[in-house]
């Protein structure tokens, strides 16, 4: 019967999968109608040309398993309303992914530090690798973000195989959205097939790193888990209208429209709404966002994803919204309302932007209304003046869950050409890579999402100087390394493990620290001299502070680094092993303060 279900339920692909059957169900689909459109089959035929394989060899190891992941992810969106969320999106996610990862590839001579001869006789596999690792990145979204609704009344969970009748999807309201990385581990044999975990097994190294990439293990995925974070990146920036030549030539959005996209994606996927300490409030009238603190994230978002012309400035971004009539004004035609927020015995004044609520919802998505309330107190008496004291309120506020992006272009990528962005690899790799805009080094920040340190949990010659600048530094930065909002050992990171010691990245991680916590860069220095006054660092060969390294991973040239040597003990306060950093070395150089 479930066969005979199918073979009805299937018509043929035509160049958009945007026609739905009546009453809005989609219809199963072979992997083959699904891979039929134009644009799809262009992707096929550059992934095919990234290779060197044979055509059975590529019959059977890559393209079935590009077929068997059509047939799983069928119609469904990449996310509800931030990249590729139309109907075949995570689809056409998946097979950029592949392409922008084969690309980058082709930048490292894998498998790394090996001989030649080795290079070319598995190089390859490592290549089928990067496919599999980049077609299951996110797969599992299809189980734990959606409900599959299938017309005959039951609901279907793509564990059970493929969807087998008419469908509909929904989103899961409060749903964990990092546990689909866990999870992704289930539809692995449903994608790569025996033949190709065989051949994967061969090679117990490279099995480990794409598991590891797939899992959220990004700490033990190595070069795989590099290549895939980038390609990721590098697709959603291309679904966004970032910096990513276009393969489709899809039109540029407008930055009107980008903002409501970033709006709607930092509310209903990265902020808490509605109780003691969320960054988010709903009203009947309207939906009200605590500043700066969600505004930074909305920048930090559309900088980390390449998008141009988005203001430097709040305030200018402020006006921008308002102009844009994103964000209501209040009665003195300014931007920032002063309010008085009550949950319970909970009361707290925040300075915060009054949204319509249609921006981020339509009809039954919108959330249930506060129950608490919010009260508006008075105007804000200026833009600069109500960020500052907003910024000191907000204190009682705001904890967001996770933060949307890690600063980018941590580590320079000296392979990205400007001349060159019209060709589609260098613009790949301009963007994946960190490289793209330098001025969005000090933009691209975070939320302000910092625990408080107990004296007791810092080291004893520092707790009683943690109210200073380079105590209160030191447990930001603790807090970012424990929570993951400061990556550690990757390509765009501000801490690296080597010598079995860390590298705290300057001047970049204190210009960082002053953009999150004060919301400028000017008093970086201070905050520099004041954590050297902790003499946590360990003294270079000549006596002075800064220690160089090379980053000698397998890109065209090499770059470096220079920064503070501190012990691992005093940073990280979690369990398991910190492996040292495999593409970086330490350059026993002069000082260069």
Not at 165 to 193: S, T, W
Not at 311 to 323: A, F, I, K, V
Not at 439 to 455: H, I, K, L, Y
Not at 525 to 543: H, P, T, Y
């Amino acid at each position: 019967m479930r066969i005979l279900n199918i073979l009805r339920g299937r018509r043929s692909a035509t160049d958009s999968d945007n026609v739905q059957d009546d009453a809005g169900w989609e219809s199963p689909r072979t992997g083959a109608e699904l891979l039929a459109t134009p644009y799809r089959q262009q992707l096929l035929r550059a992934i095919q040309e990234s290779t060197s394989l044979t055509a059975p060899v590529f019959e059977a190891y890559v393209k079935e398993p590009l077929q068997r992941y059509a047939e799983r992810v069928q119609l469904l969106p990449a996310s509800e309303s931030h990249h590729h969320s139309y109907p075949g999106g995570m689809l056409d996610h998946g097979l950029e992914t592949c392409v922008f990862g084969l690309r980058l590839r082709r930048q490292h001579l894998l498998p790394p530090k090996e001989s030649p001869e080795r290079q070319s006789s598995t190089g390859e596999l490592w290549s089928v690798a990067v496919i599999y690792a980049c077609l299951l990145h996110d797969i599992a979204k299809v189980i734990v973000d959606v409900d599959i609704h299938l017309k005959s009344g039951r609901r279907w969970c793509l564990w059970e195989g493929i969807i087998p009748d008419q469908y509909r999807v929904r989103y899961i309201k409060g749903r964990d959205y990092f546990l689909h990385a866990a999870a992704n581990p289930l539809l692995c044999k449903e994608v790569m097939g025996n033949a190709g975990l065989e051949w994967l097994k061969s090679q117990p190294e490279l099995f480990g790193l794409v598991m590891y990439a797939i899992s959220g293990h990004a700490e033990r995925s190595g070069v795989i888990g590099e290549i895939v974070s980038q390609a990721d990146r590098a697709s959603v920036a291309k679904s966004l209208g970032g910096k990513v030549s276009n393969i489709d030539k899809a039109p540029r959005e407008s930055l009107q429209s980008k903002l409501k996209g970033a709006i709607r994606h930092i509310v209903t996927e990265k902020i808490r709404l509605n109780e003691k300490g969320a960054q988010g409030f709903v009203t009947s009238e309207a939906l009200w966002l605590v500043t700066p603190l969600v505004p930074r994230e909305i920048k930090s978002y559309l900088l980390s994803h390449g998008i141009e012309g988005v203001p430097s400035n709040e305030s200018r971004l402020y006006d921008e919204m308002q102009s844009h009539g994103l964000i209501m004004e209040n009665s003195e035609g300014r931007s920032v309302w002063k309010c008085s927020v009550e949950v319970g015995e909970w009361r707290t004044e925040l300075f915060m932007l009054k949204v319509h609520k249609s921006l981020v919802w339509s009809g039954e998505e919108a959330p249930e209304v506060f129950s608490g309330s919010v009260e508006v107190l008075g105007a804000d008496q200026g833009g600069d003046r109500g960020e500052q004291d907003s910024k000191e309120v907000a204190r009682s506020a705001p904890e967001v869950r996770h933060s949307t992006v890690e600063a980018a272009g941590e580590v320079k990528d000296s392979i990205s050409d400007k001349k060159s962005q019209e060709d589609l690899e260098a613009s790949i790799i301009n963007i994946a890579m960190g490289g793209a805009e330098k001025a969005s080094e000090s933009q691209a920040v975070q939320q302000d999402n910092r625990t408080e340190e107990s004296p007791d949990s810092l080291p004893d010659h520092v707790s009683d100087k943690q109210h200073e600048p380079g105590g209160a530094f030191l447990a930001w930065l603790r807090d970012g390394l424990k929570t993951h909002k400061i990556l550690m050992n990757d390509s765009k990171a501000l801490v690296h493990a080597v010598d079995g010691m860390l590298l705290v990245v300057s001047p970049k991680v204190f210009k960082r620290y002053c953009q999150e916590v004060k919301g400028e860069e000017r008093s970086w220095k201070q905050v520099q001299d004041s954590f050297q006054k902790l003499k946590l660092n360990k003294k270079n060969k000549d006596g002075g502070s800064f220690h160089k390294v090379k980053v000698v991973g397998p890109n065209k040239k090499s770059s470096t680094l220079s920064g503070y040597l501190v012990g691992k003990d005093d940073l990280i306060q979690r369990g398991g092993e910190v492996l040292d950093n495999p593409f970086i070395e330490l350059i026993d150089g002069k000082e260069e303060e």
